[in-house]
T-cell receptor, first 112, second 112 residues
Framework: NAGVTQTPKFQVLKTGQSMTLQCAQD?????MSWYRQDPGMGLRLIHY???????DQGEVPNGYNVSRSTTEDFPLRLLSAAPSQTSVYFC???????????FGNGTRLTVT | RKEVEQDPGPFNVPEGATVAFNCTYS??????FFWYRQDCRKEPKLLMS???SGNEDGRFTAQLNRASQYISLLIRDSKLSDSATYLC?????????????FGAGTILRVKS
């Protein structure tokens, strides 16, 4: 079982560059989400999706876009990278709104 | 006041000790509660769900106190391998996304 797969694991960007973090799950989960984790702040929700074609903003959505064209994939796009976006990013999926989350391995992003 | 608060620790305990963590939440409508474990530089993984009646899984016991709005995690007979950060997660009824709230985590260090 692959579970939730995130790529890349590490990325270094220059300010102003754009990129897409990939996330795929093979558990047929309807709910998918993106979090960022910064020291001392816990995980904060960026965007989430309750099914294909449906996305919504989380707590910290500015500077990020998402789309959900299939149940399996939920990519996160950084439009114009800023140093404040240096963080560890986790994708997660779950069966329903109150089910436990399954996380990907994370992407460590540094913006210089 | 943060929606979910945890004592960041670290809790430094010897092997074999019993240790307990609390997590307080501010939203009285919260309905689902979980404890996750996160090892250094890894993704969070579900440790256990927390049920109204309390629940036990081996050396781990989780309790919910709705009146005082906190959940607790008790670890008995601590092992070196229990060293990790423990995250509590709170989800209000019928909601996803914005209302899925993580605590910042409690660091546990078990020493020989």
């Amino acid at each position: 079982n692959a579970g939730v797969t995130q790529t890349p694991k590490f990325q270094v960007l220059k300010t102003g560059q754009s990129m897409t973090l990939q996330c795929a799950q093979d558990m047929n989960h309807e709910y998918m989400s993106w979090y960022r984790q910064d020291p001392g702040m816990g995980l904060r929700l960026i965007h989430y999706s309750v099914g294909a074609g449906i996305t919504d903003q989380g707590e910290v959505p500015n500077g990020y876009n998402v789309s959900r064209s299939t149940t399996e994939d939920f990519p996160l796009r950084l439009l114009s990278a800023a140093p404040s976006q240096t963080s560890v990013y986790f994708c997660a999926s779950s069966y329903s709104y109150n089910s436990p989350l399954h996380f990907g391995n994370g992407t460590r992003l540094t913006v210089t | 006041r943060k929606e979910v608060e945890q004592d960041p620790g670290p809790f430094n305990v010897p092997e074999g000790a019993t240790v307990a963590f609390n997590c307080t939440y501010s939203n009285s409508a919260s309905q689902s509660f979980f404890w996750y474990r996160q090892d250094c530089r890894k993704e969070p993984k579900l440790l256990m769900s927390v049920y109204s009646s309390g629940n036990e899984d081996g050396r781990f016991t989780a309790q919910l106190n709705r009146a005082s709005q906190y959940i607790s995690l008790l670890i008995r007979d601590s092992k070196l391998s229990d060293s990790a950060t423990y995250l509590c997660v709170v989800t209000p009824r019928g909601e996803y996304g914005n209302k899925l709230v993580f605590g910042a985590g409690t660091i546990l260090r078990v020493k020989s």
